[in-house]
């Protein structure tokens, strides 16, 4: 003790040995006065929270009207020819959302893109016979499960904050794991799917348009949300009126479920966040590792 | 004739050989500078303690290093210590080092980071015979992540033994890794009869992740071997400032925080030289820096800096950096400030306890801040005498006093009083809903399974080992390993 001789108190210090009339055990009220509870919680606006979760609802019903195609398409009910349309319609309406809210779509790049989409759907169109027989010697039962499971996967791991295919000039972080696993999930779906179909043309127009969807939708509603808020509630709204529409006709139980998982996504899950957020005990102290102020580039 | 002769060379050979073999085993056990003494009974309260950890020599760090020179100190005290550690490749068995410490290398395989599989039970017998053959009073387990740390104690504590645990290090309660960590800690420490832990952070750090009493955890910190850690005869001349870091180079350590500093400082200081020491994955970015703003002449990467050679690294400097994100301690300031180095530091968990405010400039965790603090190391490094401050740790940090303050945690541990299993269970108990159940049935196991054991060979049929005292003479009075 070099300056403390006159006053003997005790000092959070760990230098000078056994501090003279105190013992190594003593606690005193400066234990703990450094840490900090739930420094870092957010209060939550229930209206925000059912705002933020109309994305996840969202993109539930553009998952279930690319089932309804699907079940149309195996029930013959939808021919190759509208299939078709329904393909070009949703790729020129998908460019044209994506060259209304962008901002940095150029000529030249869209040059590009339509060369990279003849590309792949040519390619596509050449591989077709061979997704055509790819699962004949599979019962169908075997397919439907493993479709389905393959759609929760996807389902689960799909980033729905943002999208795995990025916008163009668009400097943000590589995609999750997660994500991927998602997306790839997505597209063995809809090629078991399509290898079910009698024809060549229609396993083309079920695989390009699935593709087409898992590929490009979230992308095309990220542009949207990020364009304008209300443009992408309209457009939750009507994605969700016309899927539930749509399974109504197909199915009164399918319905039912549908509508109650859209409820549960909407409204429960949403007051479910805000009651638990009074359970959140969050600790913070010196001992934290400190988090650095600036981005490490590699 | 010839073969008569033959024979009889033949006899003579093997009777030599026999001789040979008694003659060595003789010398064995009576060789001159080893005397194998049986003692009579532990008098007064002299302690066996069993360390037990899975970091120990052959690796190098903070903890192995504690574990070593606390267990030199208390052998000069009068105590016996014995180390429990796991196998290194292929060092298994028993082995001496200095002062007659033993070690066992438990045949244990490591799985991850020098970790040992978490199995539970399977070392419940090794660590009994342990126990008995060499009469341990009391078992001291380091480190919380050492697995072969946690069974011991559980396994000690199910077989009625006093426990002390020394905590040496800081852990978060975000992420799910250090949640896990925590609950087993929790476990650990539930039935514990002491805690060190080696800063007062630390301290509320350990409290908060297992809910001991804050009087059951006490705070020594770790010291330098200030004899190995002196400051160079003559001082190093000052027209050219040598900064000095030597840092595993890992994101833990800060070392993107030394990226964005050294140029700055190379920039205002066209005097300053970098000397770093240390290797790791950051290794490529520091080099990356140093090429980007053409320091290759002023900042020196030495690469991993064999602990041996430390001093010198730090004698060829005037200011230590010390960048780290997070530290329970931090043994390289003090190692460095014992070398009579100006230190600059992070200011995170332990390390504004470490030394007086005069001997160490702290900054925040931010690359302005700890340039403006370099700036002020820079201004008042004339006015520091390397040699006064040697003399100051000297009498601030030792590993005597340690274990001396080590002693009192274990007099107080043996004499706090026994507890039944019950007793025990119903500590486990309050762990946690599912926790504290899954905690009392995993206790519970482990006691039939010691009952079954003394079933299978009684204590009395465990074999003893005879104490061994070494001629102690004058020239052990560094505490060096010997390896």
């Not at chain 1, 029930?75 to 790729?91: A, Q, V």
């Not at chain 2, 910190?221 to 000052?238: H, I, L, Q, W």
Request: glycine share 4%; charged share 15%; proline share 4%.
């Amino acid at each position: 003790m070099e300056n403390n001789n006159n006053q003997r108190k005790w000092r959070k210090v760990a230098y000078g040995g056994m501090q003279p009339g105190f013992n190594d055990n003593h606690t005193d009220e400066t234990f703990l006065q450094e840490m900090v509870m739930n420094a870092n919680v957010v209060k939550r606006d229930i209206l925000k929270v059912m705002l933020d979760s109309l994305s996840i609802s969202q993109y539930l019903s553009i998952v279930s009207l690319v089932v309804l195609i699907w079940t149309h398409t195996l029930n013959s009910t939808i021919t190759h020819t509208s299939l078709l349309i329904l393909d070009i319609t949703l790729l020129a309406s998908g460019f044209f959302i994506l060259l209304l809210t962008a901002k940095m779509l150029s000529f030249s790049l869209l040059i590009n893109y339509s060369i990279k989409i003849s590309f792949f759907t040519t390619s596509l169109y050449v591989l077709s016979p061979i997704y055509h027989t790819l699962t004949r010697s599979i019962s169908s039962d075997s397919i439907w499960a493993l479709t389905t499971s393959l759609i929760i996967i996807h389902l689960f791991l799909h980033d729905y904050s943002g999208s795995t295919i990025k916008a163009p000039g668009a400097l943000e972080t590589n995609p999750t794991l997660a994500s991927n696993i998602s997306l790839n999930a997505s597209i063995v779906a809809s090629l078991l799917i399509a290898s079910r179909l009698p024809s060549r043309v229609l396993v083309f127009a079920v695989i390009l348009f699935s593709l087409q969807v898992f590929l490009f939708a979230p992308l095309v509603t990220y542009c949207v949300k990020k364009y304008s808020l209300r443009l992408h509630v309209g457009l939750s709204v009507v994605v969700m009126g016309v899927s539930l529409g749509c399974v109504y006709e197909l199915h009164r139980v399918m319905f039912v479920v549908l509508l109650a998982v859209l409820g549960f996504v909407n409204v429960v899950c949403p007051y479910w966040l805000i009651r638990i957020q009074e359970y959140k005990f969050e600790i913070n102290g010196p001992w934290d590792e400190a988090k650095l102020c600036f981005n490490i580039t590699d | 004739m010839l073969h008569l002769i033959d024979i009889l060379l033949q006899s003579i050979n093997l009777s030599t050989i026999w001789c040979l073999v008694f003659v060595s085993e003789f010398t064995l056990t009576y060789h001159p500078f080893f005397f194998f003494v049986a003692m009579e009974s532990k008098q007064g309260t002299k302690h066996t303690i069993l360390m037990v950890s899975d970091f120990f020599y052959p690796n190098f760090g903070g903890v192995e290093n504690h574990i070593y020179l606390l267990s030199q100190c208390l052998i000069k005290l009068g105590h016996k210590v014995i180390v429990m550690t796991h196998a290194y490749s292929n060092r298994t068995g028993v082995r001496y080092m200095t002062n007659g410490l033993k070690v066992y290398y438990v045949p244990w395989k490591p799985f991850l980071m020098q970790n040992t599989l978490p199995t539970f039970f399977p070392t419940l017998p090794i660590i009994r015979t342990i126990l008995i053959r060499e009469k341990i009073t009391l078992i001291h387990g380091h480190q919380a992540f050492s697995t072969l740390c946690h069974e011991a104690l559980m396994h000690a504590r199910t077989m009625n033994y006093k426990v002390v645990f020394t905590d040496h290090s800081l852990y978060g309660f975000a992420d799910i890794g250090s949640i896990h960590m925590n609950k087993i800690l929790q476990f650990t420490l539930a039935d514990v009869t002491q805690a060190i832990c080696v800063s007062h952070t630390s301290k509320e750090n350990t409290v908060l992740r297992s809910g001991l009493p804050p009087e059951k955890v006490f705070v020594i910190p770790n010291a330098v071997d200030t004899t190995m850690f002196k400051p160079a005869s003559e001082r190093v001349v000052m027209d050219v400032i040598v900064i000095v870091v030597i840092s595993r180079l890992v994101y833990r350590k800060g070392a993107d925080l030394l990226v964005e500093v050294i140029p700055e400082i190379c920039r205002l200081y066209p005097n300053v030289r970098f000397v770093i020491g240390g290797d790791g994955p950051k290794r490529v970015r520091l080099e990356e820096m140093r090429e980007k703003h053409f320091l290759q002449d002023r900042v020196d990467m030495l690469g991993a800096v064999p602990h041996a050679k430390v001093r010198s690294v730090l004698n060829s400097g005037h200011i230590f950096l010390n960048s780290s994100l997070t530290e329970a301690f931090c043994i390289a300031i003090l190692e460095a400030a014992s070398c009579g180095l100006l230190t600059v530091s992070t200011c995170v968990g332990g390390v504004p306890e470490v030394l007086p405010d005069d001997m160490i400039v702290l900054a925040k965790p931010d690359p302005s801040d700890m340039v403006n603090a370099i700036k002020k190391a820079i201004k008042i490094l004339p006015t520091i005498d390397p040699q006064e401050m040697h003399l100051r740790i000297k009498g601030m940090y030792s590993w005597q006093d340690v274990a001396k303050r080590t002693e009192i945690v274990y007099n107080r541990a043996l004499n706090s009083s026994n507890q039944s299993l019950l007793e025990r269970l119903s500590r486990y108990l309050t762990c946690g809903a599912w926790a504290g159940k899954l905690f009392c049935l995993v206790m519970i196991v482990d006691y039939i399974l010691w009952r079954l054991l003394q079933m299978w060979q009684p204590d009395t049929e465990v074999e003893v080992v005879p104490d061994i005292k070494i001629s102690r003479t004058n020239h052990v009075t560094e505490v060096h390993p010997s390896m």
